[in-house]
């Protein structure tokens, strides 16, 4: 029949078997083979069809990759009216994730079995679209427009027998055998001669919806869902569900659809989509290298982050050894961890048996005896390197041979950590990134020697505890945390220049970021950054180089913590609030320094502030510190909140233009002093040859 889809009776059942590896995504192979197999079947002795699927999954979606490619026949719409149009019923088989367009072909059939392992949902909104092959028509028919509307502006998948509970799936079949399962059930519907039931044909009645449901959805959406449309979107083909017969309906969820697909928003999502999955592939790493089995973690320091890192890895079943400098420490840690589970118990987002089950994972101790067997030890005690490499030259000599030492240093060289060792082949960065057990990126930091089975492994239990994995070399920072320095230092500059710093949050906010830089330095302390300038000796000797930061730091405005900062906060509500004395002294430093203060545009406080940031991230590339510039969007949109509608840093410089960006550096450049503002040569020669990042990327990933 064709090479992905095929067809065969199997006495009175036309069995259609979807086989497009990895996902059965819906390429244009795959719609056109589904719909040859269904006329086929409409022709032959079938009494009932069954549409399953190979390998490891149902259908997972449309195929994103041709999105922004000019349209291919059949579309997917007119393979739904046919599976719907069927003389003979058509029964959807599901394993794996029946989601997006794969869940939209199943809610055209007639009926609908899964494995109880199955999940159904509409995840669309995650790429910054909706479901635009009847989604959003359908399941509010089937399941109510309220439950339709959580789920498809969640995106979360919804559990077999969950979906059998709300009308997704009309039958749960017994075991994991699911096409002996699939054609028992549809025997069962020739026998008892079940009719062609079409969700078309049900309708909504309106006078269940109370009044202004659909606006005050709207307006809860807006909320959280800032800078994206989508969701906006949604709303207003669930209202054309209730008010439109389906046809009209449908033809409404496809326009809504297609302004969805060109829009910069969902182009950034779909950039993410595909980055995040890359990132987690090292370049020069064969895909067989053997892994080194972890089944047990020792996580030494049970401070702000070996805590949260100790939760991972109880998460996942994976017992954990806390280790600290005495009885008092491991006992304040472990308490710690204790009130984090009992939080997420209280919210109820964990059965209070799986806190229990969690936490006897976590054992603790102050005795590096007590370690000697694990397989993986993550060093994240204070940041200091002398301290670090006398611990790792203490885990040489306590651990295991082929046992994997890495450390969640933030800015300490790791090579120079390796070397305390006799091993530095098994010494890597992991670096977390804070609340460890809820921030999603793992900055895997591959040092000079770390070998590449420990590289592998450590990819591959990022990804099992729930991390997105992303790979550095060494350099001070690593990748985020070195692009992060001229972002932090133009928020407090703009401040001199003429802005208030709500203006400068706004700005920010404004774009999208959850917060803003200099309510940011008020929630971490403002002292923390004060502390780490005094160390450092690279810094221009300039008085307005982090002047504003300092002058409250020396007044005891340490942030949230002390109650005022850039801001002031409210003690019962912490509440941010602008506070004029701190306008004031703004005016009054820039004064002394004779800086001439000058309002300034959003544009150009998101210019002043991100600029450095691109900057910095080219010269990473330049550097070979990150693999790819997606590398960088994806650190910056898990462990540093960038709006993943933009895409992530690199991602937002294309769409501004490289060759725009390269001038305004040039320019503040001229403005502000080269010590702030050099171009990256990178930068330059991309803006010239009026290329893009993801061009970059693109010919470096192309066979040599
Ligand atoms: N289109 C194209 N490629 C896809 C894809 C899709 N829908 N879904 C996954 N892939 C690719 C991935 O990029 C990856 O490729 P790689 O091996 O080259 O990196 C490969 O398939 C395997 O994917 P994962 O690594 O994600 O595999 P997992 O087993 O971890 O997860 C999954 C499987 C849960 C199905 C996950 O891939 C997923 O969530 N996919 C996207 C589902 C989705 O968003 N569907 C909706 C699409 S939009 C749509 O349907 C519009 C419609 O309403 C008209
Ligand atoms: P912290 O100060 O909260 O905790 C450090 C803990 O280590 C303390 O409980 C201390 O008692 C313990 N400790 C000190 N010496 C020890 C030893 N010899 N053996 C065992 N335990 C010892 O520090 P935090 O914030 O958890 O940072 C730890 C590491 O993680 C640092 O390297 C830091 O740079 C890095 N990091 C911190 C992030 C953050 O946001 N706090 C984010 C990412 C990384």
Request: charged content about 25%; proline content about 4%; some cysteine.
């Given at each position: 029949?064709?090479?992905v ?6 006495a009175?059942?036309g069995?259609?078997t ?9 390429a ?8 040859n197999?269904?006329?086929t ?10 549409l ?8 997972a ?6 999105f922004?490619?000019?349209p291919k026949?059949p579309?997917l ?12 019923p058509i ?5 794996g994730t029946?989601l ?6 199943t809610?055209?059939?007639?009926y609908?079995?899964?494995v109880?392992?199955a ?28 439950a339709?509307?959580d ?15 709300m ?10 055998e ?23 044909d049900?309708?909504i ?12 959805a ?21 209202q054309?569900a ?8 449908l ?21 993410i ?9 090292i370049?020069?790493?064969a895909?067989d ?9 020792a ?18 079943g994976?017992?954990v050894?806390l ?27 964990l059965p209070?048996?799986?806190m229990?089950?969690r ?12 370690i000697?067997d694990?397989?993986?030890v993550?060093e994240a ?7 670090k490499k ?5 885990l ?9 030492l890495?450390t969640?240093?933030s ?5 120079a ?7 530095p ?6 670096h ?13 930091v591959?040092g ?9 492994t450590v ?19 690593f990748?985020g ?22 203006q400068?949050?706004?700005a920010l ?10 309510a ?8 923390v950054?004060y ?7 690279d810094?221009?000797?300039?008085p307005?180089?982090y002047?504003?930061?300092t ?6 405005r340490?942030?949230q913590k ?13 509440r ?11 005016k009054?430093?820039?004064d ?12 150009e406080?998101?210019a ?5 940031l691109?900057?910095?991230g080219?010269k ?35 769409s ?5 960006v390269?001038?305004k ?14 171009p ?6 991309l ?14 990933s192309?066979p040599?």
């Open positions: 029949m064709s090479q889809v095929s067809y065969e009776l199997q009175n059942i069995i259609i979807v086989n497009n590896p990895p996902v059965n995504a819906l244009q192979v795959v719609r056109e083979g589904i719909l197999a269904v006329n079947a409409q022709k032959d002795a079938s009494e009932a069809i069954i399953c699927c190979d390998g490891r999954t149902f259908i979606g449309a195929d994103i990759t041709e922004g490619k000019p026949e579309g719409p007119d393979v739904l009216t046919a599976i719907e149009n069927s003389t003979k029964v959807a088989a599901i394993h029946a997006g367009g794969g869940f939209e072909v809610l055209a059939c007639h609908r079995c899964a109880a392992s999940k159904v949902g509409l995840p669309e909104v995650k790429l910054g679209l909706l479901p635009g092959a009847g989604g959003t028509q359908r399941v509010p028919r089937i399941a109510g427009v309220q339709a509307l789920m498809i502006t969640s995106g979360n998948p919804v559990p077999a027998q969950k979906a059998k509970d009308g997704l799936v009309d039958e749960v079949v017994e075991g994991e699911l096409l002996a399962g699939a054609i028992s059930y549809t025997k069962h519907l020739i026998e008892s001669g079940a009719p062609l039931k079409r969700i078309r049900i309708t009645d309106s006078s269940t919806i109370e009044a202004g449901f659909f606006e005050s709207r307006e809860r959406l807006a909320k959280r869902a800032r800078g994206q449309i989508a969701q906006d979107r949604i709303v207003s083909c669930l054309a209730v008010e439109l017969p389906i046809d009209e309906g033809i409404r969820e496809r326009e809504l659809f297609k302004e969805l697909v060109n829009s910069p928003e969902s182009a950034a999502m779909r950039h989509f595909f980055a995040e999955r890359q990132a987690a592939k370049k020069d790493l895909k290298t053997a892994l080194r089995p972890i089944k047990s973690v996580i030494l320091g049970g401070g702000t982050m070996g805590g949260g890192i100790a939760m991972c890895f109880a998460n996942v994976i017992p050894i280790v600290e400098i005495n009885d008092e420490a491991l006992e304040r840690g472990l308490s710690i961890v204790r009130k984090n589970y009992a939080i997420t118990v209280q919210k109820g987002k209070a048996d799986k229990e089950q936490i006897g994972l976590i054992s603790g101790t102050t005795d590096y005896g007590d000697s694990v397989d993986l993550i005690v204070f940041e200091n390197l002398d301290l006398e611990i790792f030259a203490k040489d000599a306590a651990c295991k041979p082929g046992a994997i890495a969640n240093t800015y300490q060289d790791v090579d950590i390796a070397e305390a060792t006799a091993r082949e098994d010494v890597v960065g992991m977390f990134f804070s609340p460890a057990n809820v921030m999603k990126l793992l900055e895997v591959r000079e020697k770390t070998a590449d089975d420990v590289l592998a990819m591959q239990i990022g990804k099992k505890i729930g991390k997105v994995c992303a790979l550095s070399r060494v350099c001070y920072g990748i945390n070195r692009m992060l320095g001229g972002y932090g230092r133009e928020a407090q500059m703009l401040l001199l220049d003429g802005c208030t710093p709500a400068v949050d706004g906010e404004g774009f999208g970021m959850a917060m803003g830089p200099l940011m330095s008020d929630l971490a302390g403002l002292d950054g502390k780490a300038r005094q160390g450092r000796t810094l221009p000797d300039d307005k180089l002047r504003m930061g002058m409250l730091v020396e007044m005891g340490y942030g002390t109650g005022s900062g850039f801001y002031q906060y409210d003690p019962e509500t912490r941010r609030m602008s506070d004029p004395e701190v306008e004031a002294l703004i009054e430093e820039a002394k320094l004779n800086v001439e203060q000058a309002h300034i545009s959003d544009d406080i998101l002043r502030c991100f600029y450095p691109i900057n910095e080219a990473i590339l330049e550097e070979g510190i990150a693999q790819r510039a997606s590398d960088i969007d994806v650190v910056y949109i898990y462990g540093y909140a960038f709006p993943v509608a933009k895409g992530g840093p690199m991602h937002y410089a294309d501004v233009g490289l060759k725009n390269h001038e550096i040039c320019e503040f450049r001229d403005k502000y002093g080269e010590q702030y503002w050099n990256s040569p990178l930068l330059k020669q803006a010239e040859e009026g290329k893009t990042f993801a061009q970059w990327d693109k010919e470096r192309a040599q």
